[in-house]
């Protein structure tokens, strides 16, 4: 599927960013949303033909949600947390099939509750570098137990503190640098890994 990562952020979801900011940068994390350079590398990772069950964490004003929710196939489901609720409420208005929770560390329950398989992939905005570690444990610990085997975990930071976190958490952690993004990023991709069992399932 082809995606135009050219659609500019409104001038309305950049204050909305920066106002958000203002009130909360510890759960925010910056001062404007994601660039569409940012975006793209995001979802490249994605297997959306395959893709059934995705979560994203961090939604913010929605910049991620909007391109997952026309990447991912009709049938496969959506699973957004967003912990400021005028951003989670005004987000719930304009994507009515997507199920939005607040607290990421919540994860393992809500895919129970709504009776989803394991996440194909999990997509994060958290500012995991403004979080205590024992809440970035909890919250590594719900992604990797929410995970397929298989499955991908795509997350981006502004410095490359969390590496030596997530390469304890996953086998497969590779990073690559986003320059044209304010300020530039670092996209992590990490994937879990597969079992006997399971990697011959995948084969058929």
Not at 172 to 184: A, Q
């Amino acid at each position: 599927m082809m995606i135009d990562f050219h659609q500019p952020v409104s001038c309305k979801e950049r204050l909305m960013f920066f106002y958000n900011f203002l009130q909360a940068p510890g759960q925010v994390g910056s001062i404007t949303p994601s660039s569409r350079a940012l975006a793209k590398q995001m979802m490249e990772p994605i297997d959306w033909a395959r893709a059934d069950t995705i979560v994203e964490l961090g939604a913010g004003t929605g910049v991620f949600t909007k391109w997952i929710d026309e990447l991912k196939r009709p049938d496969a489901k959506l699973v957004s947390f967003e912990k400021e609720d005028k951003m989670r409420n005004r987000l719930e208005l304009f994507y009515p099939g997507v199920l939005f929770h607040e607290d990421a560390v919540e994860l393992v329950r809500v895919l129970d509750g709504a009776g989803l398989d394991k996440a194909d992939a999990i997509i994060s905005g958290l500012p995991f570098a403004n979080f205590p570690q024992a809440l970035r444990d909890q919250i590594m610990d719900q992604v990797y137990a929410a995970l397929k085997p298989g499955g991908v975990f795509v997350a981006f930071q502004y410095s490359l503190q969390m590496k030596r976190q997530l390469q304890s958490v996953f086998s497969d952690v590779s990073v690559k640098l986003v320059p044209f993004n304010v300020p530039p990023a670092f996209v992590y991709v990490c994937r879990k890994e597969v079992d006997k069992q399971g990697a011959d399932a995948l084969a058929w």
